[in-house]
C-alpha cells in the first residue's frame, strides 16, 4: 500500500486519517494514511523523509499551507490564486500542490447545507491560509460583494490584491465592522478561538434573520463564533465539518482517481460531534 499523511502542527486530534481510511475502505484501496506533527520549520526536512520512505501524497493543515505552497514545483491555478496549499501529489522527484479547501468549503455549503451562494453579500474575518484557500472559490462560486476582515490588515490587502477583482472585493479594518451592515453570510477564518485567545467582539448588526454564518473549523474551536452568530437570531450556523469532509473526499480523488461519496461518513462524525 502507497502512504499518505497528513502534516501539522498540532495535528493528533486531526480527522483526517480517519476519513481517509474510510475512502480507502469504500474503494477497496489498501491506504496507510498517518497523522505527523511538524513545525514550520521542520516541515521540508520531514517532508523529504516522507517522500524517501514512499510518501505519494499528503494533506497539509495549519499553520503550513502556505509553507506547502513555497515549497511545491508546480501547482495548481486554484492553489496558485490561494496562495496556499492542501493537497500535495508526489510526482516524480518532486511535490505538485493543490488545494480542494475552497471546493470543499462550496460543496458542503450549497449541496448538503442546501445554501444558494449566489449574490450573498459575503464578510470573511481573518486572511490567513484558510482564509486564503476559500476566498477564490467563494467567489466562483458567485457570491455578491466580499469584505475581507483581519486583525493585521496588511494581509488582508495582501489576500485582496491576490484575488484581483477590486470591483467586488473589499478590505476593511476590525474597527469598521459596526459600519458595514448586515451580511448574508459571514465567515469566520480567524483561529482566535483556537489559539486560547479571546475572539473578538463582534457587533449584533452584522447578522440578520436571512443570514448564514459559517466556522471554517470544526469541534471547540467553532463554539464560541456559531454560539455568538445563533444567539444573533442567524438563520443558519455552519461548522466547518462538511467542509473538512469534502476537501478530503476531492484530495483522495486526485490520488487516487475516484470520488467518495461522503455522506455516511460525514454522518457519522456528525453523531459523534453532536
Ligand atoms: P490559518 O491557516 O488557519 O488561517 P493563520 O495563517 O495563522 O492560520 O491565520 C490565522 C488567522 O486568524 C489570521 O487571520 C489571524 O489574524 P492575523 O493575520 O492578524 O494574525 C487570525 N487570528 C488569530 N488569532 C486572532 C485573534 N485573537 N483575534 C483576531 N484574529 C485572530
Redo the contacts with the bound molecule.
Keep these: 500500500s502507497r502512504h499518505y499523511a497528513v502534516f501539522g502542527h498540532p495535528v493528533s486530534h486531526s480527522l483526517s486519517p480517519r476519513i481517509h481510511a474510510a475512502f480507502g475502505k469504500q474503494a477497496g484501496i489498501a491506504i496507510e494514511y498517518s497523522a505527523i506533527d511538524v513545525e514550520p520549520s521542520g516541515f521540508d526536512a520531514a517532508l523529504q523523509d516522507f517522500a524517501a520512505r514512499g510518501g505519494a501524497g499528503a494533506n497539509v493543515t495549519?499553520?503550513l499551507?502556505?509553507a506547502a505552497y513555497a515549497l511545491c514545483s508546480d501547482t495548481t491555478e486554484r492553489a496558485r490564486r490561494a496562495g496556499?496549499v492542501n493537497t500535495l501529489i508526489r510526482n516524480g522527484d518532486a511535490w505538485h500542490g493543490d488545494n480542494t479547501d475552497g471546493v470543499g468549503l462550496v460543496r458542503d455549503l450549497t449541496e448538503r447545507q442546501g445554501l444558494d451562494l449566489r449574490a450573498r453579500r459575503t464578510l470573511l474575518l481573518?486572511?490567513?491560509?484558510?482564509?486564503?484557500g476559500v476566498a477564490p472559490a467563494l467567489l466562483d462560486a458567485g457570491i455578491g460583494d466580499l469584505f475581507i476582515v483581519?486583525?493585521?490588515p496588511a494581509?488582508a490587502d495582501a489576500l485582496a490584491d491576490m484575488l484581483g477583482q477590486p470591483g467586488r472585493v473589499h478590505v476593511r479594518y476590525l474597527d469598521d465592522l459596526r459600519n458595514l451592515g448586515e451580511f448574508d453570510l459571514v465567515l469566520n477564518?480567524?483561529?482566535?478561538a483556537r489559539?486560547g485567545?479571546?475572539?473578538?467582539t463582534l457587533p449584533r448588526s452584522l447578522l440578520g434573520r436571512r443570514s448564514a454564518a459559517v466556522s471554517l473549523s470544526y469541534g471547540e474551536a467553532a463554539i464560541p463564533f456559531l454560539a455568538w452568530a445563533r444567539a444573533q437570531g442567524a438563520h443558519e450556523s455552519i461548522d466547518g465539518l462538511g467542509m473538512l469532509v469534502e476537501q478530503a473526499a476531492e484530495s483522495f480523488a486526485r490520488w487516487h482517481g475516484t470520488r467518495p461519496d461522503t455522506d455516511r461518513i460525514y454522518g457519522e462524525l456528525r453523531a459523534e460531534s453532536a
Excluded at 126 to 132: L, M, S, Y
Design positions: 495549519l499553520p499551507k502556505e496556499a481573518g486572511a490567513g491560509g484558510a482564509a486564503r483581519n486583525r493585521t494581509r477564518a480567524t483561529t482566535a489559539d485567545g479571546s475572539f473578538p
